[in-house]
C-alpha cells in the first residue's frame, strides 16, 4: 500500500505540472501571436530601407557620415550586446546565446580579450547573471527594456550605443542574439551593428534604383544612416522578444506532452500495483481458509 501512495503522490504532481506547462504553453502563445504580427510588418520596412541607402551610397561612394559611424582601422576595443531573456523555461534559448558570446570572445578577439577591451552590454536578465560572475567588464543592464518594449525605449539604448562609438570608446559593436524563423526556429545571429558598412551589395544582381533626391543624397544618407541604425537596434531587440516566446511555447509544449506520457505511465503502474497487491490480498484469505479447514 505504501508503494500504490507514491504512486499517487507522483501521479498528482505530474497532473499539477501539466497544468502550469499547459498555461504557460498558452500564455507564450498569445503573446508570440501579437509579437509576430510587429516583426513581420517591420520587416518589409527594414529591407526597403536598408535598399535605399545601398543605391544611394553605390550611387554616391563614400560620404561624410560613414566617416563618423565607420572606421577601417583594426578594431581594439569592441563592445558586445548580448541580447536574451528575463525568463527560463524556454529551452535552450539563453545557452545558446551565451555559448556563441563567448565563442565570438575566443575566436574572433582573444587579443582584445586579453588586453580587456571586451565589454558587453546586457539586455536580459540570464545573460546578465551569467556573465557577471565572469572577469569581463560590463556596462549597466538594460533587462527594464522587455516591460515596456517599444520603438521609443530602444532608440534611447541605440542613440547610447552610437554616441560612445562615435566618441571612440568602441571600434566595433556587435550583437548577439536569435532571429525569429518560426514557432519552432530561430536563428542564432552575430550581427555588426557598427561600423556601417560601405553599403556596396555582394548581389550582382542588385540594380540601384536613380532615386530623384531633395535636399541631396548626401543630406539624405546622414538622415537615414542613424535611422537605419535605430531600426536595426530595434528589430534585433524585437526578434530576440519574439523567438523568446516561439521558444518558450515550443519547450512548454513538449514539457505538457511529457508529462502527459508520464502520467499515463505512473497511471499503468499505478493499476499493476493495485492488482498486485488485491491479488495478494485474496490469496492470503484464501490461505488463511485452507488452513482452517486442516
Known amino acids: 500500500m505504501a508503494n500504490l501512495k507514491a504512486i499517487r503522490i507522483r501521479i498528482s504532481s505530474v497532473k499539477s505540472t501539466?497544468?502550469?506547462?499547459?498555461?504557460?504553453?498558452?500564455?507564450?502563445?498569445?503573446?508570440?501571436?501579437?509579437?509576430q504580427d510587429k516583426i513581420v510588418q517591420l520587416k518589409p520596412y527594414v529591407s526597403k530601407l536598408q535598399e535605399i541607402l545601398t543605391g544611394l551610397n553605390q550611387s554616391l561612394g563614400e560620404s561624410d557620415v560613414e566617416s563618423v559611424f565607420g572606421r577601417n582601422s583594426e578594431p581594439e576595443k569592441i563592445l558586445l550586446v548580448v541580447i536574451t531573456s528575463n525568463r527560463g523555461l524556454c529551452g535552450a534559448f539563453n545557452s545558446n546565446v551565451i555559448k556563441e558570446t563567448k565563442r565570438v570572445i575566443v575566436e574572433?578577439?582573444?587579443d582584445q580579450f586579453d588586453k580587456g577591451n571586451i565589454t558587453l552590454l546586457t539586455i536580459g536578465k540570464k545573460g546578465f547573471d551569467y556573465f557577471r560572475r565572469l572577469n569581463i567588464k560590463m556596462l549597466p543592464e538594460k533587462n527594464t527594456l522587455f516591460n515596456n518594449l517599444s520603438f521609443e525605449n530602444c532608440v534611447t539604448v541605440a542613440e547610447e550605443i552610437m554616441n560612445s562609438f562615435v566618441a571612440g570608446e568602441y571600434d566595433r559593436v556587435e550583437i548577439v542574439y536569435n532571429q525569429f524563423k518560426n514557432a519552432a526556429v530561430q536563428y542564432l545571429t552575430d550581427e555588426t551593428f557598427l561600423?556601417?558598412?560601405?553599403?556596396?551589395?555582394?548581389?550582382?544582381?542588385?540594380?540601384a534604383t536613380d532615386y530623384i533626391c531633395e535636399p541631396g543624397k548626401e543630406e539624405i544618407i546622414k538622415e537615414l544612416i542613424p535611422k537605419s541604425l535605430k531600426i536595426q537596434f530595434y528589430k534585433a531587440v524585437l526578434d530576440s522578444f519574439v523567438a523568446e516566446h516561439g521558444a518558450r511555447m515550443t519547450a512548454m509544449h513538449k514539457a505538457t506532452d511529457n508529462a502527459t506520457t508520464m502520467i499515463r505511465d505512473l497511471t499503468l503502474q499505478y493499476n499493476k500495483a493495485r492488482q498486485a497487491a488485491i491479488t495478494n490480498q485474496i490469496l492470503e484469505v484464501v490461505s488463511g481458509a485452507e488452513a482452517l479447514k486442516g
Open 195 to 207: 561600423p556601417v558598412s560601405t553599403g556596396k551589395s555582394d548581389n550582382k544582381k542588385f540594380q
Open 108 to 110: 574572433k578577439y582573444p
Open 18 to 35: 501539466r497544468q502550469i506547462t499547459s498555461a504557460m504553453k498558452m500564455v507564450s502563445a498569445a503573446k508570440l501571436r501579437k509579437a
